[in-house]
């Protein structure tokens, strides 16, 4: 069961699992909030970092910090329909309290520091500024004729 930060026992709570991470984030870069995976994620410099749920907390640590990531008590790997993510781990409840969700932001920072600044992929409906032409159906490049 997590601890308050004066180290009583208490019920998990999303909310506040999400304070502790806008706190542990504060003043280290620009740090955008989006409803994701059931939850709230949060995009530091334009790249997923954590999100909580009531699951629980998301962190994305890279490849090559999965294996000792696993090793961190309540650590388990992220599965989505069957299939394991990797470079995410999932931290369930009883694992976090101030402390550790301070140290999982910072796990995750030192990741997500590595990658270049994300931008949004999603285009909005209607978004039409692709400048790439349509893509032509007809004759492939070896002249077989398309199929039907």
């Keep these: 069961m997590p601890l308050s930060p004066t180290g009583h026992r208490m019920k998990y709570d999303e909310q506040a699992c999400a304070a502790a991470v806008r706190s542990a984030l504060a003043g280290k870069g620009e740090v955008r909030e989006v409803r994701m995976f059931g939850g709230l994620g949060f995009m530091f410099n334009g790249n997923l970092a954590v999100a909580v749920s009531r699951r629980g907390m998301l962190v994305r640590v890279g490849a090559e910090g999965q294996a ?19 470079g995410y781990v999932y931290v369930d409840p009883p694992g976090l309290d101030t402390k550790s969700i ?47």
């Excluded at 992220?78 to 394991?84: A, L």
């Excluded at 999982?104 to 999603?122: I, P, Y």
């Excluded at 209607?126 to 004759?139: A, T």
Aim: net charge positive; no cysteine.
């Design 102 to 148: 301070g140290k999982w932001v910072e796990r995750a920072l030192k990741h997500v520091l590595t990658l270049a600044v994300g931008t949004s992929k999603r285009k909005k409906r209607g978004d039409r500024s692709d400048p790439s032409p349509p893509r032509r159906r007809g004759p492939s490049a070896s002249g077989a004729p398309p199929r039907a």
């Design 68 to 86: 000792e990531a696993l090793r961190q008590p309540g650590a388990r790997p992220m599965t989505m329909r069957g299939r394991t993510m990797t």
